[in-house]
């Protein structure tokens, strides 16, 4: 299987000292900082590499190939001339491409401090042919039989451009920090076409929020790239409609690795909002603690984003039993103080999705695929029927988590399969709330359509 093994080194700056930048409200949306209720999305300055976005969105053509050497050199304090090799051919070719400034930076700054740039070409080509090896090799049929797999895009924040996860090092998994979101309503909701990610299809966002100001942000959070699903996950719409359904196939299950283990970026109130907090929020539909999409994004450890001098994460209790001044403070924090982290366990997310709602219903089940710890994952089929989601989502669980429906499970299913619930019973009947580590295992052979438990029996003489 084709694997990223040979990306794992890393080109670091050798004695270079990045300037001073700054990027504000004003300079990305002409904004008075004054007027941005969120202080951190008011103005980034530090000296990570980022450039502003009219840089970022600078045609190539428009600046010709020493232009464009020109600002790379600028931007990361390097002196190449073109009489390196490979530069003049691959500036050539983004011109060509109809590239802008920004995805000719983000595509590049990850190697720009190579020490051979002789054959860069020919290994970017591989890189990227390597990736599609990997996604292809993970999609055997219905079934993604390598759900770690790392998500096809991220959010450089640094050139503010969507790129490709193979132009990347292969270590950055390890702390990139995704940004979940609640959904506000359809109504106030809008499409915006970015060149953040190449205007490929339309991002919904809260009419009332900025991907500017999210980027703001996501600095002064100490953020280099992140994975947002509406910049990163291909949306309905768009040039290339076609890729949206075979995209989302093995890109939607495989989400919650994008999210295990990583410190997540929350935005409590919608993507980009102010966190705010009123009668009604913590029952709606539209609730983060509500969705189902949220079991698999918790993530290891969370930072709630959005903050104001006067959101609600100021509060302070008013007793000892950790009561505020109004209830719905009180629940408020009680829901943040949820346990963080991923947990295996069977039956506590099946309960737990009693309660929580998506837009569409086969995405409960979607949603458990990572915390129910399958060693494969059935691809997305978003008009697929509950239970055959729900059978698909069984039969690719690891057969020692199949067997504790049989040993735990009191009732009998009701389904073609007796050893197990259906989905219907696991969403309105009783469940275990105790679990225990067993050897015992039920394999499943689809072809056969047969089950088989290994594990101690009663034999009948």
């Not at 929020?281 to 994004?297: G, K, P, V």
């Amino acid at each position: 299987m084709t694997s990223y093994a040979y990306r794992l080194q890393h080109w670091r700056a050798k004695g270079i000292v990045l300037p001073e930048v700054k990027i504000s409200a004003f300079t990305e949306t002409s904004q008075a900082e004054s007027s941005i209720k969120v202080p951190l999305q008011r103005s980034y300055t530090g000296r990570v590499p980022v450039i502003p976005s009219s840089l970022a969105d600078t045609p190539c053509a428009t600046l010709g190939i020493q232009g464009v050497l020109d600002g790379l050199n600028a931007t990361l304090r390097t002196s190449y001339t073109l009489d390196t090799p490979s530069f003049r051919s691959i500036l050539e070719d983004c011109i060509e491409n109809n590239d802008d400034f920004g995805t000719v930076y983000g595509c590049l700054r990850q190697i720009w401090y190579i020490d051979d740039w002789s054959t860069i070409g020919d290994e970017l080509r591989r890189w990227e042919v390597a990736d599609r090896e990997i996604r292809r090799e993970a999609l055997v049929g219905n079934l993604i039989v390598d759900p770690n797999l790392s998500p096809r895009r991220v959010w450089d924040l640094c050139s503010n451009r969507v790129v490709p996860w193979w132009v990347l090092n292969i270590n950055i998994l390890q702390w990139l920090q995704p940004i979940s979101h609640a959904w506000v309503d359809e109504n106030d909701r809008m499409d915006v076409w970015k060149l953040i990610n190449g205007k490929e299809w339309p991002v919904p966002i809260p009419k009332d929020a900025s991907l500017d100001l999210i980027r703001i942000e996501m600095l002064n959070l100490g953020l280099q790239y992140t994975w947002l699903d509406v910049l990163c996950l291909r949306q309905k719409g768009g040039p290339k409609e076609d890729l949206h359904v075979e995209e989302w196939r093995l890109d939607v299950p495989t989400i919650g690795y994008v999210y295990y283990g990583a410190e997540v970026v929350i935005y409590l109130s919608g993507l980009g909002l102010p966190l705010s907090l009123k009668e009604g929020d913590l029952d709606s539909d539209r609730c983060w603690f509500r969705r189902a999409w949220t079991l698999q994004e918790g993530g290891w450890r969370r930072i709630i984003t959005g903050d104001t001098p006067d959101g609600p994460l100021h509060a302070k209790p008013i007793d000892e039993d950790e009561k505020y001044k109004t209830e719905l403070l009180t629940r408020f924090q009680k829901q943040l103080q949820l346990p963080e982290g991923p947990w295996w366990h069977l039956f506590g997310p099946l309960a737990d999705m009693w309660n929580w709602v998506s837009m569409n219903s086969v995405d409960k089940i979607a949603g458990l695929a990572f915390p129910l710890d399958p060693l494969m994952i059935p691809a997305y089929h978003e008009n697929k029927s509950l239970e055959d989601a729900w059978t698909a989502l069984v039969n690719a669980m690891d057969n020692r988590t199949r067997a504790l429906f049989l040993l735990l499970y009191p009732g009998v299913g009701l389904g073609h399969k007796k050893w197990r619930l259906t989905w219907e019973q696991a969403m309105t009947e009783p469940l275990p709330v105790y679990q225990c580590f067993v050897l015992m295992c039920v394999d499943c052979d689809d072809k056969m359509d047969e089950d088989s438990f290994q594990g101690p029996c009663i034999e009948n003489r």
